[in-house]
């Protein structure tokens, strides 16, 4: 299991990778997002537009919903960031799992 520093920084590496192609991915894509660390019971909140992933800050329980919500393990966490896993075959093994509309997983599919 991670420490909450080791999370805290592997979401700024997962944060700057959507970001790395510029954009180009994102389809105009502008959404709330969220990520549960199930095994620490963290929680962190952003905002993706531009293929930017930026705002990143620890969600409070009661914050709304975010409208794309990642839920993983802080070990799965810190596998994406160091580049162990990619997002595409974490999503299809099992280890990451993403919750947002239809459109929204079309064009997060792309960005993966």
Same mark, same amino acid.
């Given at each position: 299991m991670a420490t909450v520093e080791e999370c805290d920084q592997a979401i700024r590496v997962l944060a700057t990778r959507f970001g790395s192609d510029g954009g180009n991915k994102s389809g105009g894509l502008d959404r709330s997002v969220s990520a549960t660390i199930t095994d620490l019971g963290l929680r962190y909140r952003g905002h993706m537009h531009d293929g930017?992933? #930026? #705002?990143?800050? *620890? *969600?409070?329980e009661d914050d709304s919903p975010a409208q794309i919500r990642l839920t993983m393990t802080s070990d799965d966490l810190l596998a994406? *960031?160091?580049g162990e896993v990619s997002l595409g075959s974490a999503w299809m093994s099992g280890r990451l799992k993403v919750q947002a509309s239809f459109p929204d997983m079309l064009r997060l599919r792309s960005m993966l």
């Amino acid at each position: 299991m991670a420490t909450v520093e080791e999370c805290d920084q592997a979401i700024r590496v997962l944060a700057t990778r959507f970001g790395s192609d510029g954009g180009n991915k994102s389809g105009g894509l502008d959404r709330s997002v969220s990520a549960t660390i199930t095994d620490l019971g963290l929680r962190y909140r952003g905002h993706m537009h531009d293929g930017v992933l #930026d #705002d990143i800050q *620890a *969600a409070g329980e009661d914050d709304s919903p975010a409208q794309i919500r990642l839920t993983m393990t802080s070990d799965d966490l810190l596998a994406l *960031a160091g580049g162990e896993v990619s997002l595409g075959s974490a999503w299809m093994s099992g280890r990451l799992k993403v919750q947002a509309s239809f459109p929204d997983m079309l064009r997060l599919r792309s960005m993966l």
